[in-house]
């Protein structure tokens, strides 16, 4: 009877035996469960970003050669807008250096009184010579007067038997201004000096110069705003259009998650590769015309006693019509592609 009751105590004492608690893996252990996270460096993500700027300004530019015709066009349309101000721009250039030639003409002269002799006119040379708003002096005597007088008359010598000389001495003065109020200044200066008799001064036609000068500068930049918004609604015009070819195709893209920067970049190169394109048809059409009309203005010219070329855009000039057109262009893709993206909405 103690033999069988022994194996049920232990039996018993097997099943209220709690059961051991399933091991846990250690704290300093990491879970291996669960996605991994990385981080991308900021390298990377340039590299990332400079291939698909690269792409892009690749794969825009074989979209225009796919359709040079329409493209060329477009282009030449553009090149007309920026040939207008160009020209009209390197008028004015030429006006410049004539007003910088005409500057130098810009003088006083002093008649000094009959009675003055020589040494006198010296005297008030150098006295005139002396005063802060004035450049450079030449004195010309009455002989030298006269000699002038018939040779801009053509009557060489026709005036010789006259008993004496009716023309002064007289000194020409190069003012160091040639701003009217202080010619007028200097000139009310100089009549007060001893010896004067009188200073002639002849402003109406550096007035007219100025005007003149002037009109153009502001006609040049009224045409110059005026074809830029016909660049920018050229070349919005064409942007647009893509834009509304290649809709479903940014649609897909924006539904998986593309920004509109992404959206918006091939197009900006398009733009871009529009202004450049223009800009050099505007410089070969530019090429030309200097070349045409060289010859015709070189002989007109020629036929005054002068000489006379057109001029060119020079490599700072062409750097920055060029520059201008991209920039145009660049600036129109831009304001079309962002008024239309505000308009799709991807389904």
Known sequence: ??????????????????????????????????????????????????????SMAWDSFQRLVRYPLGNLLTMLAIAIALVLPAALWLTLDSARLLDAELDESATLTVYLELSTDDAQAQRIEEAVNAEQSVLETQLISAEQGMAEFQESLGLDNALAGLES???????VVHPSSIEPAAMQQLAAT?????GVDEVRLDLAWVERLRNLAELGRRVALALGALFGLGVLLVVGNTIRLSVESRRREIEVVMLIGATHAFVRR????????????????????????????????????????????????????????????????WLGAWLAVTRHLSSIRPK
């Open 190 to 194: 100089l009549e007060a000096f001893s």
């Open 266 to 329: 091939p197009f900006l190169y398009s733009g871009a590769w529009y202004g450049i394109g223009g800009g050099l048809l505007a410089l070969g059409l530019l090429g030309v015309g200097n070349h045409w009309l060289s010859l015709p203005v070189a002989a007109l010219a020629a036929s005054y006693g002068a000489s006379f070329s057109l001029p060119q855009l020079d490599v700072t000039g062409s750097t920055i019509l060029l520059s201008c057109s991209t920039l145009l262009g």
């Open 165 to 171: 000389n009716p023309l002064p001495i007289s000194i």
């Open 1 to 54: 009877m103690k033999s069988s009751a022994t194996p049920r105590r232990q039996q018993g004492a097997a099943l209220k035996t709690p059961r051991k608690a399933a091991a846990k893996p250690p704290a300093d252990k990491p879970s291996q469960r669960g996605a991994r996270s990385q981080q991308t460096r900021f390298s990377s993500r340039l590299r990332a970003w400079g291939r698909h700027h690269r």
